[in-house]
């Protein structure tokens, strides 16, 4: 059972252009997060989906940055016109659908993005 | 944005020493998670604690979470080389949504 798998594990990309991060989830897991983290620092919540859904965006920045979760595929962490601050190592989590307590999510290895 | 206070920040230690880290909020979280990080990895879930007073081991590593909800403690006995790396804490307020708020971590280093 594969855990889950975020590619590309490196991204670099010039000022302005796109950065498209992307996380499939583990097998039966219909619930994904996306987390941000900075040098030295801890991970910051970014967006929660479901499938096709989000439900809470919270952590988002509200210019630029996008996500989804489609039926089918990965899901999709879209960063436009990127700047040298959104350089950082970008961390998917996956979880089962809620069914009481003790399930909790599991991470990738990241998608450490560089902003040149 | 919401942050938890982890201390202390770093750790240099001998090999066999104990280690204990901790975290407080000043919110009410309904779980408590600690985590290891590695470099160039993602966290790996080292023990989740769910009721208020819980004390739960994991081999070499007890965490207690608060009877307040608001804090927890890590302790790691016996310490070995492979301990190394950075311990997180991280507090969800629990139901379908499994956000998690995160401390700064404990950068742990051990002397062999």
């Known amino acids: 059972n594969a855990g889950v798998m975020q590619n590309p594990r490196h991204l670099v990309r010039r000022r302005g252009q796109e950065a498209r991060l992307r996380c499939s989830p583990m097998k039966g897991h219909s619930h994904v997060y996306w987390y941000r983290q900075l040098p030295e620092e801890g991970l910051k919540f970014m967006v929660y989906?479901?499938?096709?859904?989000?439900?809470?965006e919270s952590g988002m920045p509200k210019e630029r940055f996008s996500a989804e979760f489609p039926k089918e595929g990965p899901s999709i962490l879209r960063i436009q016109q990127v700047v040298r601050g959104d350089s950082a190592a970008y961390f998917c989590?996956?979880?089962?659908?809620?069914?009481?307590?003790?399930?909790?999510?599991?991470f990738g290895q990241g998608t450490r993005l560089t902003v040149v | 944005g919401q942050q938890l206070n982890q201390s202390p920040q770093s750790m240099f230690i001998q090999e066999g020493e104990d280690v204990s880290m901790n975290c407080t909020s000043s919110?009410?979280?309904?779980?408590w998670l600690w985590y290891k990080q590695e470099p160039g990895e993602g966290p790996v879930l080292l023990i989740a604690?769910?009721?208020a007073g819980e004390l739960t081991s994991n081999g070499r590593l007890t965490a207690q979470f608060g009877i307040t909800r608001k804090d927890s403690f890590l302790n790691i006995s016996a310490s070995i080389p492979s301990d190394v790396g950075i311990y997180f804490c991280?507090?969800?307020?629990?139901?379908?949504?499994?956000?998690?708020?995160w401390g700064l971590g404990t950068s742990l280093a051990v002397n062999p």
């Open positions: 989906l479901q499938k096709e859904n989000i439900i809470d």
């Open positions: 989590a996956s979880s089962p659908p809620w069914q009481g307590a003790n399930t909790e999510a599991f």
């Open positions: 991280a507090g969800q307020v629990g139901g379908n949504n499994r956000k998690l708020i």
């Open positions: 919110s009410i979280f309904n779980t």
């Open positions: 604690l769910y009721k």
